[in-house]
């Protein structure tokens, strides 16, 4: 006969405990992701204040900036001169960027600031960089203009102090449009190709802590010093192999390409500001300009009198913060522990098979079917999204980075609940709860070792949480006393609870709810981990819960899920602090004076269809139209168009000269045959050359872009498959319709979109060559 170890009032009692215990943890490691508090321009002198830093914001960074534009050619003059001042030797280098993507070559005039402060006795040189540039639908606040202020007012805070390294501040141009500039700086530039250590200084939204996100490899000296030198680290090893397998690039991508060696930073929270209007002075949290300042001075002040080559490493590090302390252990440990979570899942099923608590084969059933929730919990959130983007079709131009969204990520949760709900309770009664709680603890080991094969850094985060809970569960069944037995189970999953909830809330700031199914499926596997805090103790495994408990509980989580739908959508409503996005662009044909309006979104404001009411693309220029459109008609503007004139041609390479018109700060050429190769050249710069792969969709299959093109036009060189008659349709693009007879600007609550053609006016050509 088992001896009871509670009557059920103690037992939902130790059960409850264990739960607000959890969720104890949960709540406060989401508060130590917390900023930092800014520091006025009274903090001493050798510190960064982000109230001095936010002068610099005020005189450079309150309107769009992108490549070619006057405003980036202002902030330029603006950062050499306070670099100048501050006795930094200042060069601007000019060039042509160049960067390739599927079926598009991109080229720009980029003008790099490089500043170099001089070291005593160098050992290498430490690249601190940001870019200077903004999207084009913004004054890009965050991104990246308060990185490169903090520059300015770190080199202020280092004063005269004498540092063994040289340090180079290197505000690069052309980021927006891909990475043209840094690019350009490793190609020509002689610091460019001499390499170094590299801070790079990034945003993803308007708020949050600095991230280190990004690594190169071999980063275990970097780690150290990151870890020893800030004095709020933030980021962990996962965010790194995570970014490894993403195709999304910063200025830190070409740059340890070429072998730079380094760290990269960014705050994410609040995206939903990211590359609009409202990525401003306005919306910038003070606390995160703080942060990413107080850490750049630091590595600034430990780099600068570090023995760079000392940092070299063969071997990357796992990193991340455990209730607020960053760990740090070498990579050689990863199989280790993932191996030890295997052992701990598999010792627990050992001692709870020979207590008669599960067979083998239950748990094995347990094990197996332990992947239906994970699914299900991610299917669900995307088909609320879905929901969301039916009901809501604005959201979709957001790609899922709302506003308010945390209505909405209390649903995810909720779904996630239901998903391990939906499994675990109808077959509790067939399997019981210890072959099932032990069964899902082979997940997140599993995952573990996945990950220690595939992405190294990201291993703890699974089997750290699989071998404590793991080793609670079997000091649970160990220990006699009732009370220990629950403290242990306890103390096992507080790991888990400390890390898989934080991936989740990380996943939800960075991609938003279009792949909440990310965030949903890991909040499904702490599920999975957490199973033991309520069943695990019970000495009677197979004891049946009553079916209106069993089947009313996911009953109940489902009916929440509904009602937190409306509710969402009340909540983030959309209004002046938090604005709905269009999108709208003007074309014109220059040769036949047909104009219109287009825009791309699913379902246009009511500004916007003053100028767009039907979908009728015909009277587009050739290859202009990509994807499905809304048209009307425009007046004619008096403004000269793109020319194309060929220098060249020999069977599918045409060497042409182009010039965008008069006022037009970009060209591109939308060809009807894909491009394979593609060369920019402008008067004083050299030429670059870059291939192209595969074909653009929904619109001709080859691109080219030059952005920021001289007044004096290019050379461009195409080489295209086939031979014979090729089409090519220029379109010289102009920022804002202030040249647009009858045209009202656009009223508060609204903000252009990011599609790149937005807020453009768009003379076109199309040749015969």
Known sequence: MKEKLFDVPRRVLAGVAALLALAAVVVLTAMSGSTMQPL??????????????????????????????????????????????????????RAVGANPSTGLASFGQVDNVVATRRGTDPTGTVVIAAHYDSAAMGP?????????????????????????????????????????????????????????????????????????????????????????????????????????????????????????????????????????????????NRGSLQHHGTNMLALARTLGAADLPALDADHDVTYFRLFGVLLTYPN??????????????????FVAWRRRLAGPGRMAVGAISGVVPVAAAALLAQGLWEVLVAMRPDYYGMGGLLHRPDVFRLAVAVLAGLAVLGWYLPLRRRLGPAALAIGALAWPALLGVVCAQVAPGASFMFALPALFAALG???????????????????????????????????????????????????????????PAVELWLPEPHRPLARPVA?????????????????????????????????????MDAETRQAGWVSADLAPSEWTRRYVSGRDTSSLPPGYARGALWTGPAPAVDLDGPRVTVLRQDGGTYRL????????????????????????????????????????????????????????GAEITLKVVGTGELRVTAIGERDGFASVPGFAPMPAGLVAATREDGGLVAITRTYRL
């Open 551 to 587: 089947f009313g509980v996911p009953l109940v989580a489902a009916a929440l899920a509904v009602a937190l739908v409306p509710a969402g959508l009340a909540v983030d409503a959309f209004d002046a602090a938090h604005p709905r996005r269009t999108h709208l662009a003007y074309v």
């Open 332 to 349: 050689g440990l990863v199989w280790p522990l993932a191996g030890l979570a295997v052992a701990a899942v598999a010792g627990l099923a």
């Open 140 to 284: 890009g606040t965050s991104d990246d203009a308060a990185a490169v202020a903090s520059m300015l007012e770190t080199v202020r805070a280092l004063g005269d102090a004498r540092l063994r390294n040289d340090l180079v501040f290197l505000m690069t141009d052309g980021e927006e449009d891909g990475v043209l500039g840094a690019e350009a700086f490793v190609r020509e530039h002689p610091l460019g190709r001499k390499g170094g250590v590299l801070l790079n200084w990034e945003a993803r939204g308007v708020s949050g802590p600095s991230l280190m996100f990004e690594t190169s490899p071999g980063n275990a000296g970097l780690v150290g010093t990151f870890a020893d030198a800030v004095p709020f680290p933030r980021g962990d090893s996962m965010m790194v192999e995570l970014y490894r397998l993403l195709p999304n690039n910063t200025d830190f991508t070409p740059m340890t390409k070429a072998g730079f060696r380094g760290m990269n930073f960014a705050y994410i929270q609040e995206s939903s500001r990211y590359h609009t209007a409202d990525d401003s002075l306005a919306h910038l």
């Open 657 to 712: 000269r182009v010039t965008a018109g008069r006022g037009a700060r970009s060209l591109t050429l939308r060809v009807e045959r894909p491009v394979v190769e593609a060369t920019a050249k402008a008067d004083g710069m050299r030429a670059v050359t870059v291939p192209v792969t595969g074909t653009r969709a929904n619109t001709w299959p080859g691109e080219v872009r030059f952005r920021g093109i001289p007044a004096g």
């Open 40 to 93: 006025p321009a009274s903090a001493p002198a050798g510190e960064f204040s982000a109230e001095r830093a936010l002068k610099h914001l005020e005189a450079f960074a309150t309107r769009p900036r992108p490549i070619g534009s006057q405003a980036s050619a202002q902030a330029r003059d603006y950062l050499v001169e306070r670099m100048r001042a501050a006795g930094l030797e200042v060069r601007v280098q």
């Open 473 to 531: 569960g079997l000091a649970a069944l160990l220990l006699r006393r009732p009370a220990l037995r629950v403290a242990a189970l306890t103390a096992g999953l507080v790991v888990g609870a400390a890390l898989l909830p934080g991936l989740a809330l990380t996943a939800f700031d960075g991609m938003g709810l279009a792949l909440g199914g990310a965030s949903a499926a890991v909040l499904a596997l702490f599920g999975l981990v957490a199973l």
